[in-house]
């Protein structure tokens, strides 16, 4: 799928408006040898981030992007798929090589 967006890039945030609806995006790379200790600081990241988003800008729904292998792999553990579920992240799975989106979720 290949989706184009007017965006403006500040660090590995960004903002889209997405078929009519404000987007924020944390972009997280995963490649660091320890991809739980990763993941502790995405989560903590991205919750951090929403909180904010809701103070400032509340109708923007922030996503937390993942390369499709760490996806596949990593994020089908029990543990983190409780955490996504519990926390209500929204995922972006893209492919780096592409750079082109897989999933929304």
């Not at 983190?80 to 979720?105: D, F, H, K």
């Amino acid at each position: 799928m290949r989706y184009s967006w007017k965006w403006i890039e500040i660090s590995n945030h960004f903002n889209f408006d997405r078929e009519g609806r404000k987007i924020a995006v944390e972009v997280k790379s995963f490649l660091a040898p320890s991809r739980i200790s990763e993941f502790y600081v995405a989560l903590g990241q991205f919750l951090t981030y929403r909180l904010g988003l809701q103070q400032q800008e509340p109708e923007r729904t922030l996503y937390l992007a993942v390369p499709l292998e760490v996806y596949e792999t990593f994020f089908s553990l029990e543990l983190v798929e409780a955490a996504i579920g519990q926390y209500q992240v929204n995922l972006i799975v893209y492919s780096p090589e592409t750079e082109e989106i897989q999933r929304w979720q």
